[in-house]
């Protein structure tokens, strides 16, 4: 990893509005659960576990991710400054892994937080139980392989953001609840079974489709394979502008 490019991308995260942007998205889950706090519930270590994986692992965390993720290199690219970034000599998998330990640093920072903390507002009073724990990992997890694959949309098209809209909202939010196979290709399904791995809770309160296990082998297979096609996708970026 080159420290240099990681600590220039650090700075533009910084200097953006997109900060604001992020730190809005962390707040919704924490304001939500205090909402909900406020209500009466017949329980609260199912409800809260519900709320996580509807509202967190569902929304909060790939919208943080892709918002990251696709600006981390895809900005320089469409704005032609990543051109100065490849003429120099540094190899293109230090450029990728900068860009992604950057964008997985601030995305962590953010989502990570507000996960734990929404989690034991919800369920202040009873019992964790594992819950905010397993979700807290879960969401830990899913920012690595999430950032992964919307970097590798960026090096790859002009529309990461459209298409990572679609995986999201499309894919995940619809075509994996009408089929069941498809589950072994959505980063929210691999989230849910690494929470569900670690929650001690019956599974009347939470059961997720994919085992604890198998979720963890399948978020690092995404996470290295998006990795490594964008670092060949931008080497082939750089011949090409380089004709």
């Given at each position: ?82 051109v100065n970034i490849l003429a120099k000599p540094v190899p293109r998998r230090d450029i990728i892994a ?17 996960t734990a903390v929404s989690g034991l507002i919800g369920l202040q009073g009873v019992s964790e139980d ?114």
């Amino acid at each position: 990893m080159n420290a240099t490019v990681f600590t220039l991308t650090l700075r533009q995260f910084a200097g953006q509005r997109r900060s604001l942007l992020l730190f809005l998205l962390a707040l919704v889950p924490v304001a939500l659960a205090i909402i909900y706090r406020l209500g009466e519930h017949l329980d609260q270590q199912e409800e809260t576990a519900n709320f996580l994986a509807d509202v967190v692992i569902t929304a909060i965390l790939p919208l943080t991710c892709l918002i990251l993720g696709t600006s981390a290199l895809g900005s320089e690219i469409e704005g032609g400054t990543a051109v100065n970034i490849l003429a120099k000599p540094v190899p293109r998998r230090d450029i990728i892994a900068a860009k992604f330990a950057a964008s997985v640093l601030i995305a962590a920072a953010f989502v990570v937080p507000a996960t734990a903390v929404s989690g034991l507002i919800g369920l202040q009073g009873v019992s964790e139980d594992g819950i905010v724990t397993g979700f807290a990992i879960a969401t830990l997890v899913g920012v690595f392989a999430y950032t992964a694959v919307f970097i590798l949309l960026s090096v790859a098209t002009s529309r990461a953001l459209l298409f990572g809209l679609g995986y999201v909202f499309i894919w995940e939010g619809l075509i994996t609840e009408l089929f069941s196979g498809s589950r072994y290709l959505s980063i929210r399904q691999y989230c849910l079974g690494i929470a569900d791995f670690f929650a001690t809770v019956s599974k009347q309160v939470f059961e997720a489709t994919l085992r604890g296990p198998e979720a963890f082998i399948l978020a690092a297979v995404v996470t290295v394979a998006a990795l490594v096609l964008a670092v060949r996708r931008l080497e082939a970026f750089e011949l090409t502008d380089t004709d």
